[in-house]
C-alpha cells in the first residue's frame, strides 16, 4: 500500500531559511519509538515537520526513512509528499468539512489505490479501534475539537503510516479533550512500527508520551535525551525552567494523593481515579531540621545528587518520593547539601498541580 | 437588536429605487394577452427560438466550465507574466458593450478575421453567422462571470487541506477533484449559473457575430426584438419567458451568493 517506502529509523539533517528565521537541525528518531520535538513557539518545530512531512523542501540537507531517502539536496532526491507514506496529525485537524467521518478515514486508504468497499471497511475497522464509530455518519464540520483531532488520528493511522507526524494535536483542545486524546496516544502509538514524531511545548505531553525528546530552540537542537535524563540534566534555562518539572503519577481519593504510597495533601480536589501531578523544583523547600510553619507535607529523605546550574543548584532527592528541588546556590552552602545527606522536604499542597490522569 | 430605521426621506428614495426596477415588469405583466399566450408560446417562431436559446446557454456553460474553470485556477494560484493583464482581459466583457465583442470577434474569427481566414481554408469552418457562432460569442461574453467568481473562491483557500490530503497520498488529479473542488463548490454553483443567465440573455454580441438568422442563429432575446416590429404579442410573450428563465437562476442564488455578505471575494 506504502509505494515502495519502507519503515526504519529517521534520520534527518535540515538546514532551512525563512526571512531572518534559520532551522538547522540534525535528529534522530528511532523505529517503533516516540520522539518528541519540544521547544517554545516559533523554535522551528512545525517547520521540521513540514520537511519531513515532504511539504516544505530543505534548502539543504538529507532526510533518510530506514534505507530510503526522502529529500537530498546534494543529488535533488525529493519524495513527494503523497508517496511518502507519512501520516500527520494537524494542530487544527483540517478535516474535510464537505465528508462525513467515515468518508474522511476512507480518505488515505481511496487515494491509494483500494475500491470505495475497501477503504470505507478500513475506515471502519479504525474507526472502531478508536472508539469513535457511532460518529461514522457525523459530517466531519459537526464535530467538537476533541472528537475531530481523534478522527484526525484515525484518518492518519488508516493510512498505516511508515512515520507518524503529530504537529501540536492537542494544542487546540481543552483540558477534558487533552486528556482523552493523550489516553488515546498512550494507547495506540505503540502500535504504529515506524518512527513517531510529536511536536509539543508542552513538557507535560513530551515526557509522558516520548521515549526521547530533542528540545528545539530558535532553530536548533539544544538537548536532546531520555526524559528522565532531560528532567535530571536539564542544559538550558528553558529546559530547566519547563522541562525540569517535577511529574508524578497517582491516584486521588478524598483530596490527598498516593503517589507509590507516598501521601500528599493537595489544594485542588480532584476527582477520585488516576491524577498527574506537576510541581516546580522551586516549589520544593529544603530544611535541615523539621521545618514549622504552614507546609502540610514534610518528610525526610536523603540527597541524591547535587547539580549546578548557573546561580542554581537542583537537588534530586531521593525515597520515599524522588523529586527535583531547585536551590540558590547560596542556600544551598549554607544548608551544606551533599549527596547522602539528610534532609526534610516540605512542599505547600498549593504548590501541586492536580489534573485527570 | 433592533437596526436603526431609515428616515423617511431616505426611505422613500429606496422605495423609489424599487419601483423603477418593479415597473417595466408591471408593464409587460399587464399587456400579456392570457388567453393567447399557450398558443403563442408554443408557436414555430418561439419554440425554434426557446431552442436555440436553450442549446447555446447550455453549451456555453458547458464551454465556460471546460475552459474557465482551469483559467480561474491559473490566475488564482499560478504565478507567470502577464497575469495581471490576463486578469484585467477577462473582466472586459462585463464592461464593454456586447456590441464590440461581437465586433472584436468578427476581426479575429471572421471569414476575413486573423485566425478565421486560416480557420476555414484548414478545415471549411465558418463561424460568423452558424450556432457554433452563437456558442462562441455567448461563451465569449458569459465565462467571465464563472472565472471571476472561481477565482475569488480559490484564492480564499490556503493550501492547507489540500497539502493534508497529499499526505494522505492523494495526487494533484484527486486533491483537485476530491478536496478543491469541493472546497469551492458553492461559488461554482453560483458561477455557473450566472453564467448561464447571462447566457441566455446575450443579445449584442450574438446579433454582431452570428447575425439574426430564423432557426439558425436568432435566439430568445434576438425573436423578441424582431418580433417587437412585427408581432407584439409575440414580443410580450418572449419577454415574459425570459423574465420566468432569468428568475428561476437568480432568486435562489440570491440567498445562497450574495445573501452571505462579506464572505465573498
Not at chain 1, 502509538?189 to 509539543?200: E, H, K, N, Y
Not at chain 1, 530558535?218 to 542544559?235: F, I, K, M
Not at chain 2, 473542488?181 to 443579445?203: K, Q
Request: proline share 7%; aromatic share 4%; no cysteine.
Amino acid at each position: 500500500m506504502n509505494a515502495g517506502v519502507a519503515s526504519g529509523d529517521l534520520r534527518a539533517q535540515v538546514v532551512l531559511r525563512r526571512g531572518g528565521f534559520t532551522l538547522d537541525v540534525d535528529v534522530h528518531a528511532p523505529a517503533g519509538r516516540t520522539t518528541a520535538l519540544l521547544g517554545p513557539n516559533g523554535a522551528g518545530k512545525s517547520t521540521l515537520l513540514a520537511v519531513l512531512a515532504g511539504l516544505e523542501p530543505p534548502d539543504r540537507g538529507r532526510v533518510t526513512l530506514g534505507g530510503t531517502v526522502l529529500d537530498d539536496t546534494a543529488d535533488g532526491t525529493h519524495v513527494p509528499v503523497e508517496q511518502r507514506a507519512a501520516g500527520v496529525v494537524f494542530q487544527d485537524g483540517l478535516l474535510f468539512a464537505h465528508l462525513d467521518v467515515r468518508g474522511n478515514v476512507a480518505f488515505g486508504p481511496r487515494s491509494r489505490g483500494a475500491s470505495r468497499r475497501a477503504a470505507r471497511a478500513e475506515a471502519d475497522r479504525w474507526l472502531e479501534r478508536l472508539d469513535l464509530l457511532e460518529l461514522a455518519t457525523r459530517p466531519a464540520g459537526a464535530l467538537s475539537g476533541g472528537q475531530a483531532q481523534r478522527v484526525a488520528l484515525a484518518r492518519a493511522l488508516a493510512t498505516d503510516p511508515t512515520l507518524l507526524l503529530l504537529d501540536e494535536p492537542m494544542s487546540a483542545l481543552d483540558v477534558s479533550g487533552r486528556t482523552q486524546l493523550r489516553r488515546l496516544l498512550a494507547d495506540h502509538l505503540p502500535a504504529v512500527a515506524g518512527p513517531r514524531l510529536l511536536v509539543t511545548h508542552d513538557p507535560t505531553e513530551a515526557f509522558l508520551l516520548a521515549d526521547l525528546v530533542h528540545v528545539l530552540e530558535d532553530g536548533r537542537v539544544s538537548q536532546s535525551g531520555t526524559p528522565d535524563e532531560l528532567r535530571a540534566r536539564p542544559r538550558s534555562p528553558w529546559v530547566a525552567d519547563l522541562v525540569g518539572t517535577n511529574l508524578l503519577q497517582g491516584s486521588a481519593s478524598d483530596g490527598v494523593v498516593a503517589i507509590d504510597g507516598h501521601r500528599l495533601a493537595t489544594a485542588e480536589r480532584p476527582g477520585d481515579g488516576p491524577v498527574l501531578v506537576t510541581l516546580h523544583p522551586r516549589a520544593v523547600a529544603l530544611h535541615r531540621s523539621p521545618p514549622g510553619g504552614s507546609p502540610r507535607n514534610t518528610w525526610q529523605t536523603r540527597v541524591e545528587r547535587v547539580e549546578p546550574l548557573g546561580p542554581r543548584v537542583r537537588v534530586q532527592v531521593g525515597a520515599p518520593l524522588p523529586l527535583t528541588a531547585e536551590v540558590t546556590a547560596t542556600s544551598a552552602e549554607r544548608l551544606g547539601l551533599a549527596v547522602g545527606e539528610q534532609v526534610w522536604v516540605a512542599v505547600k499542597a498549593t504548590e501541586l498541580g492536580v489534573t485527570g490522569g | 437588536m433592533t437596526t436603526p430605521r431609515l428616515p423617511a426621506p431616505l426611505a422613500a428614495l429606496g422605495v423609489l429605487g424599487g419601483l423603477l426596477l418593479l415597473l417595466p415588469f408591471v408593464g409587460l405583466a399587464v399587456q400579456v394577452p392570457l388567453r393567447e399566450l399557450p398558443a403563442l408560446l408554443s408557436g414555430e417562431v418561439a419554440l425554434e427560438a426557446l431552442r436555440l436559446s436553450l442549446a447555446s446557454s447550455t453549451l456555453a456553460t458547458l464551454v465556460s466550465l471546460l475552459l474557465g474553470l482551469p483559467l480561474a485556477y491559473l490566475l488564482a494560484r499560478h504565478d507567470f507574466p502577464g497575469r495581471r493583464l490576463l486578469r484585467g482581459v477577462v473582466l472586459l466583457p462585463l464592461v464593454l458593450p456586447p456590441v464590440v465583442g461581437g465586433a472584436a470577434l468578427l476581426f479575429a474569427l471572421g471569414r476575413r478575421g486573423l485566425v478565421g481566414a486560416q480557420l476555414e481554408a484548414a478545415t471549411g469552418i465558418v463561424l460568423p453567422f452558424s450556432f457554433a457562432g452563437v456558442v462562441l460569442a455567448v461563451t465569449f461574453i458569459s465565462m467571465p462571470f464563472l472565472v471571476v467568481t472561481v477565482e475569488g473562491a480559490l484564492r480564499g483557500l490556503d493550501g492547507r487541506h489540500e497539502a493534508a490530503a497529499a499526505t494522505l497520498g492523494a495526487g494533484r488529479w484527486t486533491v483537485l477533484w476530491r478536496v478543491t473542488l469541493p472546497l469551492v463548490r458553492p461559488s461554482l454553483v453560483a458561477g455557473l449559473a450566472l453564467t448561464w443567465a447571462r447566457a441566455i440573455g446575450e443579445f449584442g454580441a450574438t446579433l454582431t457575430f452570428a447575425g439574426s438568422l430564423a432557426g439558425r442563429t436568432r435566439t430568445l432575446p434576438l425573436a423578441i426584438f424582431v418580433a417587437l416590429e412585427q408581432d407584439r404579442d409575440v414580443a410580450i410573450a418572449l419577454s415574459l419567458l425570459m423574465v420566468v428563465l432569468s428568475l428561476a437562476v437568480v432568486v435562489p442564488l440570491r440567498d445562497r451568493w450574495w445573501g452571505r455578505a462579506g464572505s465573498g471575494p
